[in-house]
């Protein structure tokens, strides 16, 4: 016969001490003013991919380059901030809007899924938490969020971010996700790359950012449309760059050809005429500078 508990006060109120010494060690630990010189190891989300591994069976290892934010594709940037979190920079870690609007529409599907996180959210839950979607989970990484915030530069967010965030089943970081991909470094990433790898972050072990899912073509092209509109992405200059170059031509139909010290002469080394070219003009003497009506030097010719 089972023994019923009694839910007095004393077992309420020794419930809630054990709560609050379980969510208060968040308040001091782990040390995140050492993240602004340091970079993590290992976070919680790779030690979270190893045991899944172990208890699979499955021999794999984490895949992670890292990479300084100064050489990250700015288009990535402007891509996983779109994405993501389109307030990252004027918030202090929670986008509040953006949490009732999540709000609002699990409602209407009447499902309760974790969304409206912001980078620094998430950024808290890679580095110390696991996937749990459980409410005491989200406790700590509001606690987190706000010692991050409190901590460390947005720039410094950023660069941590996109060095632990996950973009395969054990790739993380956005060098790792390049160079798997899109065989090239961060700093290469095309505006519609950029997209692709943004796009797939809600959710990449199910979604690969070069698959043929829907979703990733749907959401990345938006993506790519928003960084259109706001200017990000000036699509008739990319064609222009992408386009190979052509090797100049004279007027009287030689091919100029590149000469040590910057000079140029037409193929063949002749004048048209074949006869020999006549001495160079001794150069103008410079324009001397002129005092300005207020007595200020005038600006160079």
Do not use: C
């Not at 591994?53 to 380059?65: E, L, S, T, V």
């Not at 202090?92 to 959210?121: C, N, P, R, V, Y």
């Not at 808290?124 to 005491?136: F, G, M, Q, T």
């Amino acid at each position: 016969m089972k023994r019923k508990i009694k839910w007095g006060p004393a077992v309420i109120g020794t419930i809630f001490l054990l709560f609050l010494l379980n969510v208060g060690f968040y308040l001091v630990y782990p040390n995140v003013t050492k993240l602004r010189k340091e970079n993590p190891r290992k976070t919680s989300f790779m030690e979270y991919r190893e045991e899944q591994w172990q208890d699979a069976g499955k021999k794999r290892r984490i895949r992670q380059n890292w990479v300084k934010l100064s050489h990250v594709s700015p288009y990535m940037i402007k891509a996983v901030i779109i994405a993501e979190d389109d307030h990252f920079w004027s918030h202090d870690g929670f986008d509040f809007e953006a949490m009732q609007k999540a709000l609002e529409k699990d409602l209407k599907k009447k499902k309760l899924k974790a969304g409206g996180s912001t980078i620094s959210q998430q950024l808290a839950k890679n580095l110390y938490l696991s996937p749990s979607k459980n409410p005491v989970r989200k406790v700590k990484e509001a606690i987190l969020t706000w010692r991050i915030e409190r901590n460390l530069s947005k720039r410094r967010i950023m660069e941590l971010y996109l060095n632990v965030a996950e973009w395969g089943d054990g790739l993380f970081g956005v060098e790792a996700a390049a160079r798997r991909y899109f065989g090239k470094t961060a700093a290469d990433l095309s505006a519609y790359e950029a997209a692709r790898l943004a796009a797939a972050l809600p959710n990449p072990i199910r979604f690969s950012p070069v698959g043929a899912s829907r979703f990733i073509a749907s959401r990345s092209a938006r993506i790519y449309s928003i960084m259109v509109r706001r200017g990000i992405v000036i699509p008739e200059y990319d064609e222009i760059l992408s386009e190979p170059e052509e090797q100049p031509e004279d007027l009287l139909g030689g091919t100029l050809l590149q000469m040590p010290a910057g000079e140029t002469t037409i193929s063949g080394g002749e004048t048209p005429t074949g006869e020999p070219q006549p001495p160079e003009e001794a150069e103008p003497k410079p324009i001397p500078e002129r005092d300005s009506p207020r007595g200020e030097a005038a600006p160079p010719y």
